[in-house]
């Protein structure tokens, strides 16, 4: 299948700048994938997500996904540690409910790190919250990236605890699969989520492997599952010296690109068809199709108006 050339990115990425406010498509909902090149002050981050926030809801976007890290990319591990918040509690966690609230829209803080069960670790937390600032959601990241390549070296084991249950919310926008950066690699977490409509995936690739991989392998979870991918990113240059790959994007059910940002802080937005989506399942019924399953995985089902259940597949 031929790429489409992508979209020229809808919303403006300078502070201050106008944006062309175009209105949504009858039947579709607007999305919006934020990006950020956050830095080592929590704050500072978070001003910068609030702005960006606001140009996101301006445009009419009524889901809002934050990247990976958004509070915190930090000049070293101890420094991660000391910002983590116990779950629940503590400024980030009151700044995503707040935003949240404010602008009437769902909100998903990329990730958020938590407390973890040692006291050198945290959890890197995707917290979902819904239109009243309520929290719906909490995925940890399962997934712990590891690299040796050349002068590059990475182990996210290190410094993370790792999740042990896959989470999918159900929300007026359909049913959305939880994931977080690395989680990308890994088909068999997406083929084990029920029924989704929507994937987020906010992410912090590095510049070697998201140049190499981030795009082909957010196609392919769109394509495979039938599904829009929404990939926030981080895009920049960090103070600790890290270069991350940028590229958030929006990629519908067909593996098409909507929008796409390459690098520096900005937002990504396009609209979301249901009934796009739902022809594409009818015309090719591949998720019926499938013959080899992935065996019994607890699957935790977030709901806005009732407790948390879960369900096996």
């Keep these: 299948m031929t790429t489409k050339k992508p979209a020229r990115p809808s919303v403006a990425r300078s502070r201050g700048a106008q944006i062309k406010k175009t209105a949504p498509q009858a039947g579709t909902v ?32 009524r889901l809002v996904v934050l990247p990976e890290f958004f509070c915190l990319m930090a000049m070293k591990n101890a420094d991660v540690v000391k910002a983590r918040e116990a779950d ?3 400024p980030i966690q009151n700044f ?25 670790k945290v959890r890197n937390s995707c917290l979902v919250y819904d239109e009243r600032g309520k929290r719906i959601a909490r995925y940890d990241k399962i997934h712990l990236f590891g690299l040796d390549l ?18 999918v919310v159900n929300s007026p926008f359909g049913r959305i699969g939880l994931s977080i950066c690395y989680d990308l690699r890994f ?15 906010p992410s912090a690739f590095t510049a070697t492997t998201g140049r190499a991989h981030f795009e082909t392998l957010a196609r392919a979870r769109a394509i495979e599952n039938l599904a829009y991918v929404v990939a926030p990113a981080q895009g920049g240059y960090h103070l600790s010296g890290r270069e991350t790959h940028g590229d958030s994007m929006i990629v519908d059910p067909w593996g098409v690109v909507l929008d796409r940002l390459p ?25 019926k199709h499938r013959f080899i399953q992935c065996g019994e995985i607890e699957v935790e089902v977030a709901e806005r108006r009732s407790p948390n259940r879960r369900e096996t597949k």
């Design 88 to 90: 629940g509690h503590g």
């Design 187 to 201: 088909p068999e977490l997406y083929r084990s989520m029920p029924d989704v409509d929507l994937i987020v995936v």
């Design 263 to 287: 690098r520096g802080s900005g937002v990504v937005i396009a609209n979301l068809n249901p009934a796009y989506k739902a022809s594409l399942r009818t015309s090719l019924p591949a998720l």
């Design 96 to 120: 995503l409910s707040r935003m949240a609230k404010k602008h009437k829209i769902w909100l998903i803080g990329g990730s958020v790190p938590l407390e973890a069960s040692v006291a050198n």
């Design 150 to 167: 050349g002068n590059e070296h990475y182990q996210e084991s290190e410094l993370i605890e790792p999740g042990d249950r896959v989470v």
């Design 30 to 61: 607007r999305v919006a994938a934020i990006q950020m090149a956050s830095g080592p002050n929590v704050p500072a981050n978070l001003s910068e997500a609030e702005q960006l926030i606001e140009l996101a809801v301006d445009a009419g976007a």
